[in-house]
């Protein structure tokens, strides 16, 4: 119950709707450039756990290798760093008030994901 209040306040004012927007684009973008079309499934998966990341963590593909990480690198290059500097800039502003900082770590949590998200998946957490 409080994983799901967390995500409900996470929604509205932690700047999920906003940070998932973000992905969105970035995904519609790379759906258009046929050629990067696994970058766009990326960041989809990735937009559904910036709207809902409590209660959820990234683990690392067990099957995902070199090409996975060299096209990690272009991932960052092309969209990953703008994505990783929006989850930075609202954490710092969420964590300036106590009761933002629990969403302002949370955004901190996504920055790593933003930077770094093929040959990830999202999981629940027990």
């Known amino acids: 119950m409080i994983r799901f209040l967390l995500n409900l306040l996470w929604l509205i004012f932690g700047g999920g709707l906003v940070l998932a ?4 684009l970035a995904a519609l973008i790379c759906f258009v450039l046929v050629v990067t079309i696994p970058f766009g499934v990326a960041s989809l998966r990735l937009a559904g756990y910036a709207l809902w990341p409590f209660g959820r963590t990234l683990v690392p593909k067990p099957g995902a290798g070199v090409p996975s990480g060299l096209a990690n ?3 960052v290059l092309l969209a990953g760093w703008w994505l990783a500097l929006s989850h930075i800039l609202a954490g710092v502003a969420l964590c300036v008030t106590i009761i933002g900082i629990p969403f302002g770590v949370a955004n901190f949590k996504l920055v790593p994901a933003a930077l770094w998200p093929l040959g990830q998946e999202v999981v629940a957490r027990s």
């Open 73 to 75: 690198v272009l991932w």
């Open 21 to 24: 927007v973000g992905y969105g």
